[in-house]
Every structure is written in structure tokens, then in C-alpha cells.
């Protein structure tokens, strides 16, 4: 993906900048893909907002590329090939929803960010984890109990167990240009066998993976629901706690203590208790899913009583990616308007380290959205997909296909 190296501007509209309740005028002015203070030159493109409202560019912290089926089991045993070229189409419509950056959480590898990064695919700025890593029997580890092969080499999640094999797993991703590491510390929704509330990995191997990244100037991002493996994985160095659902008031305050981030995906539970059981889901499945479905949006408000930055991620897999603008509906009945807005923008680009996306300010990134209408006024502008909307990512109006 190369910026746009004409100049663009955005007249007529009202400006949410990622942080401030207030809107500001615009135009919003793009020059070689950057956000400039007002000028611009003869060919400038035009465009009129007819008066609506110019977003930061949408940030998914919890993304999915290769999260084309609901089985896990098909998915790590899928020639990735098959899943790579199925991921494009993911991230493409993705970028047509108005997300221009994602964090892909459990796969991704420097093949497909080359093919992002040289425009061979219309994809949000990619940030990957590379394979989750999982405990034998823990969330990620999809065989079931009758399945003797081994899981080692997967790719959205790898097996791994112990202090220097993890090691060496961590080092291996930054190797391969992984932006942070992912472990999973409790169980979860889609694994086959284990209870959603019990902590995984021990502390020593936890602390190994946060160790390694930190030296990396990296962090580590963890699957995590209940209080117990939410403390477990604050305490042993863990930055982003992802989902959270059972998070009660102590733990919170231990997150924000550790200076822990909070990364929801409410519209991975909706999207399966709407539509789970079609697709295929077991009943243990839709049990876990309902144990969490209710407690997600109350996480959120406990969260924010404590302190605790939260971000804005999704996890939908297979045909559930459809629900990508659900979330920010879910998240903003339990947060507002302008916490989530921030949570989608500003808050994500802090949590990926990145002070040139999520902001509408000269030397940002040009990223935004074109609203039809204001989320303020009109909250649905954000998620109703019959509203227009004009997406434009590094100067470039995105056309959508």
C-alpha cells in the first residue's frame, strides 16, 4: 500500500479529530498522503462532505485475516495459500467498512504484509502477531480428544509449552516482522474442550514472552476472560488484554495499575448468538458463548470506572465478518458515542504505538472516513451500511468493490 501523492481536500464538513467532543471546521486537507494545515495546490481533488462529519480512520485491534471458517481445525490444516487469498478479500471489505488500520491477533506473516505494503491487495495498514501461541489442551489448541497428531507449525495459533521453547517461538516472530506477540491465558469461546474461566500457561512462561518482547521494545497481547487469568497476565507483563468479558472492579484496578489496556470484541458474541448454531457452532460452544455475551458490555463499564484505556477490536471469523460495524453499536451502548469513537481511533493507535494514525492533526496520516450525517446526533452513521460513507486511506479515496 503506497500514500496517495496528490492533494486532497474535504470541504463541508464538520471534523471529530480522535479525541475532542467538540467538532472543529473543516477542510481537511491531504498533501503526498499526510494531513497538511490548510494548503493546497492547482490539481488539487475536491471533495464536499455535504455537511457531514470527517472521522480518524477506523482501527481494528482485533482482526482476523486468515479467520475465513468458524473450525479452527480446517483452518490450521488449510493450505495457506487458500487462506491468504481469502484473507485479501477480508481485509479489502474491511477497508471499505472505514478501517484503515487493523492488528491481526493470531496469524498474518510477511508474505501477505509485503503484498499489503506493494498495493498488490487494497488492505487497512497491517499489523501482525503471527501464529497466536497456546498451551497443550488451551484455547488455540483445536484437536479434539480423539486427534493424535501434532499442532506444532499452525497457522493462526502454534502449540507451544515451556519456558525456552516459548522463547525462541517470540524470537522467531519478531524475526518474521511481527508487530507483538499473542498468547492465549484462559480458555475460550471456539476451543473444544477447556472451561473459559481457568488461567493458562504458567506464570515463568508467561513472564518468557514478555520478557522477550519488551527487549524487542515490543508488547504482548493476551486472550484472557476471567479475573483470575486477567491478573495472572497483568502481573507477568502482559500489555493487551483482549475480550475480557468477566472482568469484575479488583481486576480492573489491577489493570490500570499495570498500565493495561482493555480490547473488547462484542460483536463476535452477538454475531454468534444470532447466527451460531447455522453455521454449525456445538452446544458447548453456544454455552461459553452465552456465559460471556451478557457480561461483555458491563466489562466495558467497569473498565472505565477504573481507568482503564479501552481499545475497540471485533474477532468475527468466517461470514461473520459482516458484523465488523455491529461492534461499534454494541460498544457504544455501553460506552457512548465519543469514548467509543475515541476507543476505535485515537486509544487503538496509542495501544499499536503509533502517533500518526487514529488523529485528525497536520502530520498525521491522511486516513478518515466521510460520515453521512453526525455520530453525536445520529449514532447509526457509524454501523448503518445504507448510509454513505467515503473512506480514504494515505490521501487515496477508496472505491469500493
Known amino acids: 500500500m503506497t500514500d496517495g501523492s496528490r492533494t486532497l481536500r474535504i470541504d463541508n464538513a464538520l471534523v471529530f479529530d480522535g479525541e475532542h467532543e467538540s467538532l472543529s471546521d473543516g477542510p481537511v486537507v491531504i498533501d503526498n498522503g499526510v494531513i497538511v494545515d490548510g494548503s493546497d495546490s492547482p490539481d488539487t481533488e475536491a471533495i464536499d462532505a455535504r ?40 481485509l479489502r471489505r474491511a477497508l471499505g467498512r472505514g478501517f484503515t488500520t487493523v492488528r491481526d491477533v493470531a496469524g498474518g ?45 499452525g497457522h493462526m495459533v502454534e502449540v507451544v509449552d515451556g519456558v525456552d521453547p516459548l522463547r525462541r517461538a517470540v524470537r522467531d516472530r519478531f524475526r518474521r516482522g511481527a508487530h507483538a ?43 484472557a476472560y476471567s479475573p483470575e487469568a486477567i491478573v495472572h497476565s497483568v502481573e507477568n507483563g502482559v500489555r493487551s488484554i483482549e475480550h475480557g468479558n468477566l472482568l469484575d472492579a479488583e481486576t480492573a484496578k489491577v489493570m490500570a495499575v499495570g498500565e493495561a489496556f482493555l480490547v473488547p470484541t462484542l460483536a463476535a458474541y452477538a454475531a454468534i448468538e444470532r447466527r451460531g448454531a447455522d453455521l ?30 479501552i481499545g475497540f477490536g471485533t474477532d468475527l471469523m468466517g461470514d461473520l465478518e459482516s458484523d465488523q460495524l455491529t461492534g461499534l453499536r454494541l460498544q457504544l451502548e455501553a460506552a457512548g458515542v465519543l469514548d ?59 472505491q469500493p468493490r
Open 181 to 223: 506477540i499473542k498468547i492465549m491465558t484462559s480458555g475460550g469461546v471456539m476451543s473444544p474442550s477447556d472451561p473459559i474461566r481457568n488461567p493458562q500457561y504458567s506464570a515463568e512462561e508467561v513472564r518468557a514472552v514478555t520478557e522477550e518482547a519488551a527487549r524487542r521494545g515490543s508488547y504482548v497481547v493476551a486472550h
Open 109 to 153: 506473516d510477511p508474505g501477505l504484509a509485503n503484498a499489503i505494503r506493494e498495493g498488490l491487495i487494497a488492505a487497512p495498514r497491517y499489523h501482525y502477531t503471527g501464529p497466536a501461541l497456546s498451551q497443550t489442551g488451551g484455547h488455540g489448541d483445536p484437536r479434539p480428544e480423539d486427534y493424535d497428531g501434532c499442532l506444532c507449525d
Open 280 to 309: 454449525g457452532l456445538t452446544g458447548f460452544q453456544l454455552q461459553k458463548n452465552q456465559e460471556v455475551l451478557t457480561s461483555g458490555q458491563r466489562a466495558i463499564q467497569i473498565a472505565r470506572d477504573a481507568g482503564v484505556r
Open 51 to 90: 455537511g457531514g462529519v470527517v472521522v480518524p480512520g477506523l482501527i481494528d485491534a482485533h482482526f482476523h485475516a486468515y479467520g475465513s471458517g468458524l473450525d479452527e481445525m480446517v483452518l490450521e490444516t488449510t493450505p495457506l495459500s487458500y487462506l491468504a487469498l481469502k484473507g485479501a478479500h477480508r
Open 340 to 398: 467509543t469513537l475515541r476507543s476505535a481511533t485515537s486509544v487503538n493507535a496509542e495501544l499499536i504505538g503509533r502517533d500518526d494514525i487514529g488523529r485528525i492533526r497536520p502530520g498525521a496520516r491522511g486516513d478518515l472516513v466521510i460520515l453521512d450525517g453526525n455520530p453525536f446526533d445520529e449514532p447509526e452513521v457509524l454501523w448503518d451500511t445504507g448510509r454513505r460513507r467515503t473512506v480514504v486511506q494515505g490521501g487515496r479515496v477508496i
